[in-house]
């Protein structure tokens, strides 16, 4: 095989994500332990690599528990239920959120005061029980409607005012989707008794314009290989663009998984990732698979 391997330079960390982890390992210079409110990232490699330094995962039950200790906020925000325990349990938090995150809890929380006044719903476009919809979610008292999909538009009463904000890493062609079919559900309602639907276009651009980057990487490259965690929503919604703009684009977590019978006849092979992806973890897998050649 005479493979030519590149990695795309737009992949890896978002501006958030990397501005937690440097966060966590700053504390970790002169301290032997941290806690993280959930994984700091969702990668099983990144957080495995921290929790060697000594970056300890708890949940929302365990940091009821916890007393006079640090714990780091990750990138995805809290519910101001958070602020509150660690105020009752005297933990000093080290915030980690993303400022793209806290603007859009802001102008949620402002939103759902208004939409109180008005007897109206807001409605957010993310994933069900994902931590930054959670963070988002808590502004409004658990009162906001989560939509992932259309089917869950039935959720929504359309003859009340709408409020629609979007989690930061969702795809904006979904959103503009969601937002068309919410404007069709309103024009069915006569004219005298529509009400306000106030439109927020909150996904980040950082994210968002890695979309059209992947498209072009992916159409350049004979065979992608796509590099993120699981558990990771942006790395499943990025690598559906690679697999439809290449269909020889094949998701793995780790090198592990690589699998020499997608390189036959190969030239040009392309390594990228999702916004949660470590560079270290992309060039770790360009190197086992220059080990195939």
Not at 2 to 17: A, E, L
Request: aromatic share 8%; charged share 25%.
């Amino acid at each position: 095989m005479n493979m030519q391997i590149t990695i795309d330079p737009n992949s890896g960390y978002c501006f958030g994500v990397e501005y937690a982890i440097q966060m966590a390992e700053d504390e970790l210079r002169t301290a032997t332990k941290l806690y993280c409110l959930g994984d700091i990232v969702h990668n099983r490699m990144e957080v495995e690599r921290l929790y060697q330094k000594g970056l300890i995962v708890i949940d929302k039950e365990q940091l009821k528990i916890l007393k006079d200790c640090k714990v780091l906020i990750r990138a995805h925000g809290e519910p101001p239920e958070t602020y509150k325990i660690a105020l009752d349990n005297n933990l000093e938090l080290i915030d980690a959120s993303c400022p793209v995150v806290l603007k859009l809890q802001n102008r949620v929380k402002s939103a759902f005061d208004h939409m109180q006044k008005t007897d109206g719903q807001v409605v957010v476009y993310g994933q069900q029980g994902h931590a930054e919809v959670e963070g988002i979610v808590g502004q409004t008292n658990q009162k906001a409607i989560v939509i992932s999909n259309e089917k869950d538009l039935s959720k929504i009463d359309f003859a009340k005012p709408v409020s629609l904000f979007s989690q930061t890493t969702k795809s904006t062609q979904g959103l503009y989707h969601i937002k068309e079919k919410i404007q069709e559900k309103i024009q069915q309602i006569s004219e005298e008794k529509r009400q306000e639907f106030d439109f927020n276009d909150s996904i980040c651009r950082q994210v968002s314009n890695r979309e059209p980057q992947l498209q072009l990487f992916s159409q350049s490259h004979d065979v992608i290989v796509f590099v993120s965690g699981k558990k990771s929503s942006n790395g499943k919604a990025l690598y559906e663009v690679c697999k439809k703009e290449n269909p020889k684009s094949y998701f793995i977590e780790n090198e592990t998984e690589i699998d020499a019978a997608w390189f036959c006849s190969t030239d040009h092979i392309g390594i990228c990732g999702a916004t949660s992806t470590p560079s270290w973890l992309m060039a770790q897998v360009s190197e086992a698979i220059q080990k195939l050649n």
